[in-house]
Nanobody, 118 residues
Framework: VQLQASGGGLVQAGGSLRLSCAAS????????MGWYRQAPGKQRELVAKITGASNTDYADSVKDRFTISRDNAKNMVYLQMDGLKPEDTGVYYC?????????????WGQGTQVTVSS
C-alpha cells in the first residue's frame, strides 16, 4: 500500500487548508484512514481518523475546526482545516490502518508540511 499526501503549505492564522491523501494498492475490506501530525520537538499525535462507515474521531484541540472525510471509491481521505492556529504547525502524515484481513497493519504517507503564521 502506498499513500501520497498533498495540500500543505503556509497560511496565516485563521486561514484554511485542505489536505488530501490517495491510497493505492491492495487495501482490504475494512480499514481506517486518517491523519497524524508532528510538531517540532513533540511526539506524533493523532489529529483525526475515519472509518469506512464515516464514523469520525478528532483530537480535542482540532474539534469544531477540522473536518475529515473520505471517498471510498477513490481510496482518498481529506482533512479540511479551518480556523488554523500557529500551534497547528507541523508535518501532517496520512495513514491507513487495515483491520481486515488480519493481521492489522498500518501504512504511512510521506508527510506534508503545514505552517501557520501568527
Amino acid at each position: 500500500v502506498q499513500l501520497q499526501a498533498s495540500g500543505g503549505g503556509l497560511v496565516q492564522a485563521g486561514g484554511s487548508l485542505r489536505l488530501s491523501c490517495a491510497a493505492s494498492g491492495t487495501i482490504g475490506s475494512r480499514y481506517y484512514m486518517g491523519w497524524y501530525r508532528q510538531a517540532p520537538g513533540k511526539q506524533r499525535e493523532l489529529v483525526a481518523k475515519i472509518t469506512g462507515a464515516s464514523n469520525t474521531d478528532y483530537a480535542d484541540s482540532v474539534k469544531d475546526r477540522f473536518t475529515i472525510s473520505r471517498d471510498n471509491a477513490k481510496n482518498m481521505v481529506y482533512l479540511q482545516m479551518d480556523g488554523l492556529k500557529p500551534e497547528d504547525t507541523g508535518v501532517y502524515y496520512c495513514f491507513v490502518m487495515i483491520v481486515v484481513p488480519l493481521p492489522s497493519r498500518t501504512y504511512w504517507g510521506q508527510g506534508t508540511q503545514v505552517t501557520v503564521s501568527s
